[in-house]
């Protein structure tokens, strides 16, 4: 099982971006897959959610700017960021949920500045 993240980098605030996942095709239709999100000091966090049945659930830091999606035909998982704040600083993770499992990627980090 492989994620692997990128998109990545800095930002000013108020500003834009997309992570994307690149996922093994054996579990990404099958898994539900998504976000997570650690900033220095703090726990890591949900940030969004794509269950197995295609149900997207987002935490409430993150509504209304966030949105996730993905792409069965390139086995991509993406999200997209708009809006952005000084505190969604942190390293964003992709997840993919597989029965009692979950596979993380490596990383990807984010910064915006104000």
């Known amino acids: 099982v492989q994620l692997v993240e990128s998109g990545g980098g800095s930002v000013q605030a108020g500003g834009s971006a997309k992570l994307s996942c690149a996922a093994s095709g054996d579990i990404f239709i099958s898994c539900g897959m998504g976000w997570y999100r650690q900033a220095p000091g703090n726990e890591r966090e949900l940030v969004s959610i794509?269950?197995?049945?295609?149900?997207?659930t987002y935490a409430e830091s993150v509504k209304g700017r966030f949105t996730s999606s993905k792409d069965n035909s390139k086995n991509t998982l993406y999200l997209h960021m708009n809006s952005l704040k000084t505190e969604d600083t942190a390293v964003y993770y992709c997840?993919?949920?597989?029965?009692?499992?979950?596979?993380w990627g490596q990383g990807t980090q984010v910064t915006v500045s104000s």
């Open positions: 794509i269950s197995g049945v295609g149900t997207t």
């Open positions: 997840t993919a949920d597989c029965g009692n499992f979950r596979y």
